[in-house]
């Protein structure tokens, strides 16, 4: 913009010199031209002669005045007499007729002519008319001469040429005894003027040819890196390359190279998408595959078994298998939705001690259920596992986040907790705000995380379930949609045997357990 700006500049610049100029141009000129009517009108006021009160001019003067002057063909001598009749005119004749030099000069200045009429410095002059008879008040300016006044204008001929007139006061015997008046073609101002604006169209030219040239390199500096990441994305798309051979154009420093970067991380970003979706499609073959082969194979053993018993346990195994592939194709639904989901719902400020309230209050008998001191402190049941919520303040802690995801969370992780407590175990929650981020740790004290598998639990399908309990009653997906929702809250969960962990409440305030697993969810605040 600002290289195809330069010539329009220049040109404006130029436009606004070329009035000013010209004002004071034509104003050291009317200067002049004052100067040399009143040295023409003294002349005449001595040459004056009177006869029975009637003035006139020798004619024998009349050459002696012409050569005096040195009048050429741009001025124009009137004399008139105290009744305004015309006494004496003389003119010159110029020997070079500026004609094509002013056409021209026309001709470029229309070229500008909007730019001229925008521009204050744009000066219009009033038109100059021929006087229809030789009598003074038919021309400009002589009538105020007649009354004792000098008077000089500035004015357009019909050529659209600038024009000076002068009038000026004869003074014979202390008395007025007529007026003069000059005028005169200012050839020689249209001669500077012209010149000035002709070096200012050059200047323009220049410019503008350069400005051309310019653009023409700084058009192949741009279109060319634009070509070559519209042809790496085009092989993106059909499969022929990867995010790694789009052109990396980050050293430029400007649009291209912000656009290069932003290619690279959404070809990136569709690429982790895609294998994702294949890692989804093939996890979820495989946890579908495990129990068709067990209804597989309890139908074709079902119909070779003759004992009432044994059909009666291949039953139970086929229902139980169709439970699990229900339970697994609902969860799979999901968490194939959420993401959609969670880019569509909206944020808002929530209460988290609403929040974990509601998540902790449905477990077991309302009656229980014991609320102390009605702030953050909470206390239910599980059967025979007690769970305890506390806080290091006694605050409401409000945080960014979708209220029933959140909520998911928060029960996700405690039926997890519930399902590793041992018997008269206790779970405890405990809230620690911070400057911009609020911890909630759930500790319970169940058996510990296998060494090296504490991230692998937020992978889909895994599952490390305990001994005791039946094969195939959870999915695998609760762990994975925890982070699938922390991470779109651009937050952290992780977990942790408690055993090498430090404590994370240095007041000791919170029922925090000395052995078992931690789970930490870290969300803004």
């Known amino acids: 913009m600002a290289v195809n700006a330069i010539a329009l500049l220049i040109l404006m610049a130029g436009v606004i010199h070329l009035g000013q100029y010209q004002s004071s141009l034509i104003a050291a000129r009317l200067q002049t031209f004052e100067r040399e009517t009143d040295l023409i009108a003294v002349t005449f006021s001595e040459i004056l002669r009177a006869d029975n009160g009637n003035i006139y001019i020798p004619m024998d003067k009349t050459k ?26 003389a003119q010159s004749i110029r020997k070079e007729t500026p004609e094509k030099r002013f056409d021209a000069f026309a001709i470029l200045k229309d070229m500008a002519s ?31 001469a007649l009354e004792g006044k000098t008077d000089l204008s500035v004015w357009s ?23 003069l008046l000059i005028t005169w073609q200012g050839y020689e101002l249209e001669e500077d003027i012209a010149r000035v604006w002709i070096n200012v169209l050059k200047t323009f030219l220049i410019t503008l040819g350069l400005t051309v040239l310019i653009s023409i390199y700084l058009s192949g500096v741009i279109a060319q890196p634009l070509k070559k990441l519209a042809r790496a994305t085009e092989a993106v798309r059909k499969g022929q390359a990867t995010a790694e051979d789009i052109p ?3 050293k430029r420093m400007d649009e291209i190279g912000e656009l290069s970067i932003a290619l690279k991380q959404m070809t990136k970003a569709l690429s982790n998408r895609m294998d994702s979706i294949e890692r989804f499609a093939a996890d979820v073959a495989h946890e579908l595959k495990n129990p068709l082969t067990s209804l597989r194979s309890a139908f074709e053993t079902l119909g070779r078994i003759k004992k009432k018993s044994d059909k009666d346990k291949l039953i139970e195994i086929i229902n139980h298998d169709i439970n699990r592939m229900d339970r697994l194709i609902s969860d799979i639904a999901y968490a194939s939705r959420l993401d959609t989901a969670l880019s569509r719902e909206q944020f808002k400020k929530t209460s988290l001690r609403t929040l974990l309230h509601n998540a902790l209050k449905p477990y077991g008998d309302p009656l229980q259920r014991t609320d102390r001191n009605d702030k953050w402190s909470f206390e239910t049941r599980k059967n025979d596992i007690k769970i305890l919520l506390e806080a290091s303040n006694e605050k409401d802690v409000y945080v960014w986040g979708i209220e029933n995801r959140l909520m998911q969370v928060f029960e996700n992780i405690l039926s997890n907790a519930i ?13 620690k705000p911070d400057k911009n981020t609020v911890s909630i740790f759930f500790e319970n004290q169940g058996p510990p995380i296998p060494k090296g598998k504490e991230e692998a639990i937020f992978e889909r399908f895994y599952s490390q379930r305990p001994d005791y309990e039946e094969y195939g009653q959870h999915s695998g997906l609760g762990l994975s949609i925890c982070k699938q929702i922390i991470d779109a809250h651009k937050g952290q ?9 430090p404590n994370p409440d240095k007041t000791n305030k919170a029922p925090l357990t000395t052995s078992g697993v931690r789970f930490t969810v870290v969300l803004n605040i």
């Not at 003074?136 to 105020?144: E, I, K, S, T």
């Not at 001929?157 to 007026?179: C, H, M, Q, V, Y």
């Not at 399902?419 to 809230?431: C, D, L, R, W």
């Open 493 to 501: 969960i992780f977990a942790e045997n408690i055993k090498n962990a």
């Open 248 to 250: 990396d154009f980050t």
């Open 64 to 89: 002696e005045i012409i050569e005096r002057l040195k009048m050429d063909g741009s001025k124009i001598l009137y004399v008139f007499d105290a009744k305004g009749d015309l006494l004496f005119s």
């Open 419 to 431: 399902s590793f407590a041992p018997k008269n175990g206790t779970i405890s929650v405990f809230v």
């Open 114 to 144: 909007l730019i001229l009429k925008i521009l204050p410095e744009d000066q219009t002059f009033p038109r100059y008319k021929p006087p229809q008879s030789m009598h003074a008040w038919d021309f400009p300016n002589v009538p105020l």
């Open 157 to 179: 001929s019909e050529e659209s040429r600038i024009l000076l007139s002068a009038a000026k006061p004869l003074i014979k015997d202390n008395k007025n005894a007529g007026a």
